[in-house]
C-alpha cells in the first residue's frame, strides 16, 4: 500500500484507511524526502504500531530510499485507531455450548466495538467444537473431528482492551 508520507496522521485514521493499514504487507511512505529523518521515523513507528508485520519502506522521487535509524516513538492512537492486540483465553475445563454462548454474548454485547473476533476450539460433551465470533455476532459452532491443536483456548482479537477486562464482571 502506498501513502503520501507528507500527510501524516490525523486525531483519528478513516476506518476504510485504517482497515488497508492493518490487512497490508507492505507499507510504502512516498515523497520521503518532504519529511524531516525524525517525522518520518514516528510515521514509520506509527504505521509498525498499527500493523507489526508488514513490511515498511520509503521511496522519494520513484526510487526507493532508506528509512532513518532514528529511534522514534509511535503517535498515541485513540479508540478504533489503536494498534490491533491478540490474547489468548484458557478455558480450565470442558465447557459446554449453551453456557459459553451467553457468556461470549454478553462480553461481546458490552465490548463488541473493541472485539473483532474471537475463536478457538473447545472440548465439550458433543465433541470438538470450532467456536466464532465476528464482531457481535456469535456464530453457530462446528463440530470438528479430532486432531491436533489445543483444546479450550480461544483466541481473542480486538484494540482498544486489556485482557483482564474482557472477562471482568464489574465492568
Given at each position: 500500500?502506498?501513502?503520501?508520507?507528507?500527510?501524516?496522521?490525523?486525531?483519528?485514521?478513516?476506518?476504510?484507511?485504517?482497515?488497508?493499514?492493518?490487512a497490508?504487507g507492505?507499507l510504502?511512505?512516498?515523497?520521503?524526502?518532504?519529511?524531516?529523518?525524525?517525522?518520518?521515523?514516528?510515521?514509520?513507528?506509527t504505521?509498525?504500531?498499527?500493523?507489526?508485520?508488514?513490511?515498511?519502506?520509503?521511496?522519494?522521487?520513484?526510487?526507493?530510499?532508506?528509512?532513518?535509524?532514528?529511534?522514534?516513538?509511535?503517535?498515541?492512537?485513540?479508540?478504533e485507531?489503536?494498534?490491533?492486540?491478540?490474547?489468548?483465553?484458557?478455558l480450565?475445563?470442558?465447557?459446554?455450548?449453551?453456557p459459553?454462548?451467553?457468556?461470549?454474548?454478553?462480553?461481546?454485547?458490552?465490548?463488541?466495538?473493541?472485539?473483532?473476533?474471537?475463536?478457538?476450539?473447545?472440548?465439550?460433551?458433543?465433541?470438538?467444537?470450532?467456536?466464532?465470533?465476528?464482531?457481535?455476532?456469535?456464530?453457530?459452532?462446528?463440530?470438528?473431528?479430532?486432531?491436533?491443536?489445543?483444546?479450550?483456548?480461544?483466541?481473542i482479537?480486538?484494540?482498544?482492551?486489556?485482557?483482564?477486562?474482557?472477562?471482568?464482571?464489574?465492568?
Open positions: 500500500m502506498l501513502g503520501d508520507a507528507t500527510y501524516g496522521f490525523s486525531a483519528k485514521i478513516p476506518a476504510l484507511v485504517l482497515a488497508q493499514l492493518r497490508a507492505h510504502i511512505l512516498t515523497k520521503a524526502e518532504a519529511l524531516s529523518p525524525l517525522r518520518l521515523a514516528v510515521v514509520a513507528a504505521l509498525r504500531a498499527i500493523n507489526a508485520v508488514a513490511r515498511v519502506s520509503a521511496a522519494s522521487h520513484d526510487a526507493a530510499c532508506a528509512l532513518s535509524d532514528l529511534a522514534a516513538t509511535a503517535l498515541t492512537l485513540t479508540g485507531d489503536q494498534p490491533m492486540l491478540a490474547c489468548m483465553l484458557m480450565p475445563v470442558a465447557a459446554d455450548w449453551p459459553l454462548y451467553l457468556l461470549l454474548s454478553g462480553v461481546l454485547h458490552r465490548n463488541g466495538d473493541k472485539l473483532l473476533r474471537i475463536k478457538g476450539v473447545i472440548r465439550s460433551p458433543a465433541g470438538r467444537l470450532l467456536i466464532q465470533t465476528v464482531r457481535q455476532s456469535v456464530h453457530p459452532p462446528e463440530n470438528l473431528p479430532e486432531g491436533i491443536g489445543a483444546d479450550n483456548e480461544l483466541t482479537i480486538g484494540h482498544g482492551f486489556q485482557h483482564s477486562q474482557v472477562f471482568d464482571p464489574s465492568l
